[in-house]
């Protein structure tokens, strides 16, 4: 604050801040990450999705992205997003 170098975001609404500076803030904010995933069928920071919407994956190769890895969830993930 005294370099006047400090920056304040305000986070979006939906964003959820994880403190895990202890062994028990590492395990709820695993088990948080856990039902967000699980409940409604989100994946939390899904690579393959922020790269393609910051225009870095164009459209004809994401979809060929998850394919390696077909009988996973986590590619059947990817593949809904196409």
């Known amino acids: 604050m005294e370099k006047r170098k400090l920056k304040i975001s305000i986070l ?14 590492l395990m709820q904010a695993s088990q948080f990450v856990e039902v967000i995933e ?5 994946n939390i ?5 922020i790269v393609h919407s910051i225009g ?5 190769q994401f979809h060929i992205l998850p394919c390696p890895l077909l009988k996973r969830g986590y590619s059947k993930y990817v593949l809904k997003l196409i």
């Open 38 to 42: 699980e409940r409604p069928g989100l």
């Open 12 to 25: 979006d609404t939906g964003t959820a801040w994880l403190n895990t500076d202890t062994f028990a803030s």
């Open 56 to 60: 870095y994956i164009p459209k004809a």
């Open 45 to 49: 920071g899904t690579i393959e999705k």
